[in-house]
């Protein structure tokens, strides 16, 4: 009963205010919208970038390093393994690039459910031929079904047909920025040689486009077997086993113990793309800053028109304390005309704020850089319209606060005296 | 049970801005249940200051204030509002109304904060009030569009919302010209003869003070003859 009287009496002096409400609530809603869009914006962006890395990078990766054994044989010999040697100019004692018995390997991952998805791969270091130029570059030796399924490979061949290098032998995927250095379109033969002086030809399949440019400069795909073949290597020769996991946060402690397990060197998406939280976070927390300092602009907003609203209602407040409403029921009137500005202002901010991200959502955006998108990139998460919400209360009742108690503070019997 | 509305003991007040002052000095007096009172006296001797602790507003005096059997001196502000929402009907004399609202929603505000009737039965109760007091076809104009006289009426309907115990009164008519006073004199005395309202009117109308059951006249914040 109270409580919709004092709504009452809040509303039906709104309404006498209307427009300077309006304004009070017009600023509410303007950097709610801004909040809304940019983080929407923002985030769209750090997705497309994080993507950009996350969607072609194995969550972990299991590989042989070249390097020194770490228990040398001086450590054994019964004279010297109790002293504390120094060795110099220890050379690597491993030459094997591949993984040993990666088939087993292999079979035993596909059993761990952990793991979603398993893509083999051979790198292989090349020189290609142009005229008497030689270009180095890198030709994977890749599973394109898998590749696709796990890396989206498919999205990033721009022109040809990815499966052409597994259904075709001896048929290349070359990276854009180094199928214009060598002057080939589709169906043109591109003659390569390998590390070990072995000559082949194979045939341009396709443009792949990675969003990086260094990358497609020397970057090339072609089927494991014709890897293998160029490098004289067996059926079972691979370089790297490629995983994704069912939870990414587990793919550090995955990594550790899969290098335990078989007895081989591993990577985890973490530790190699440390660099990327730094970039999401900085834009996030740009983002944050911007609509918080909107926020308090529009606060001020609404302290200015209620204590001009308080000042001219000066008798009413008067007249209301006078006929028996306590200093509580009136700083809950002008609570409820804060809260109220605050709740519609930041309502209709947030129906703008997506109105505007759909709008920016449709807007082309066509990159070079970035083939797979097409428009500008929008995050419409719904944590960022709670936020933006509650820092629209937030932000009216603090601006609220301090004109309601000078309001529940009035003196009825100064005012009615002044008359 | 006692036949006693309103009682002051002692009362005293001392204003120290711009000099020290003795507002009001030890005044003691008491209404009793049906009485018609009115307060006289030169302006400038308390009477106006005297009504507003009287009415509970003012809480900063020595003395002690009871109304209807409870001592109301030194209760919490929560519980002065109820008091005064339930117990006491405040006409003021320059005619406080809220401009925001109807003339009925004006009336029916103090019942609605009251909470003990739902609003329709305020309305007519309102409405009945309004055709008592002949200003029935305002009922839905808003406040600032009614005549003076007119609005002193809403006031004193709006007092009557709760069936107070006692209506107090600050010259009421001292904002009106001698018929819309008049009017206002008779609404006093109809409440008093015919529904035995308790009335405490300040006035510096020597003939209005003649017509009611019992004067007090104050001199510089003492009371003279009650
Ligand atoms: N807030 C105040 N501070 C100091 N003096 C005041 C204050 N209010 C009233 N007074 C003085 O107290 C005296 C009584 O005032 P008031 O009660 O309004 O008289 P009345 O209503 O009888 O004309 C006057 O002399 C007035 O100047
Ligand atoms: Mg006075």
Known sequence: MNAKLIIDIALSLLMARWKQTLVAAIGVTFSITMFITLLGFMNGLNDMLDALILNRTAHVRLFTEIKPKADQPVYEHPEFKDNHNILHSIRSGNSRESIYNSGAIIKTLQQDNRVIGIAPKLKAQVFFNEGNIDITGVIDGIDVEAEAALFFFNDYVVKGNAADIRNLANTIILGKGLAEKLLVDIGDVVQITTAQGESFRLKVAGYFQSGLQDLDKVQSYASIQTVQKLLGKPADYITDIQLKVRDINDAPAMAKEFATTFNIDSEDIQSANAQFETGSSVRSLISYAVGITLLIVAGFGIYNILNMMIYEKMDSIAIMKATGFSGKDVNRIFMVIALSIGFFGGLTGLVFGFIISSIIDQIPFNTAALPTIKTYPINYDAIYYVIGFSFSMFTTFLAGYFPARKASKVDPVIIIRGK | ?226
């Not at chain 2, 008093?192 to 007090?216: G, K, M, Y």
Request: charged residues 25%; contains cysteine; glycine residues 8%.
């Open chain 2, 1 to 226: 049970m006692s036949n006693i509305i309103l009682e002051a003991r002692n009362i005293s007040k001392v204003f120290t801005d711009p000099v020290q002052m003795n507002v009001l000095n030890d005044i003691s007096f008491s209404v009793g249940k049906g009485e018609f009172v009115s307060v006289v006296g030169k302006s400038g001797c308390g009477k106006s200051t005297l009504l507003y602790i009287l009415s509970t507003m003012d809480t900063d005096y020595q003395g002690e204030l009871w109304i209807d059997d409870q001592k109301v001196t030194g209760q919490r502000e929560q519980q002065l509002a109820a008091i005064r929402n339930e117990k006491i009907g405040f006409v003021f004399q320059f005619h406080y109304l809220l401009n925001e609202f109807t003339v009925l929603e004006n009336i029916t505000l103090p019942g609605r904060k009251l909470g003990k009737l739902s609003t329709q039965v305020l309305e007519d109760r309102a409405m009945k009030l309004l055709r008592t007091l002949g200003i029935e076809h305002l009922y839905n104009k808003k406040a600032n569009r009614i005549s003076g006289g007119e609005k002193q009426r809403v006031a004193i309907a709006r007092a009557l919302i709760n069936e107070p115990q006692i209506i107090m009164g600050d010259e009421p008519t001292g904002n009106l010209d001698k018929k819309n006073s008049e009017i206002v004199f008779e609404i006093f005395q109809q409440l008093s003869q015919e529904f035995n309202q308790s009335l405490l009117i300040v006035t510096h109308d020597p003939e209005f003070a003649a017509r009611t059951s019992r004067v007090i006249e104050m001199e510089d914040g003492k009371i003279l003859r009650q």
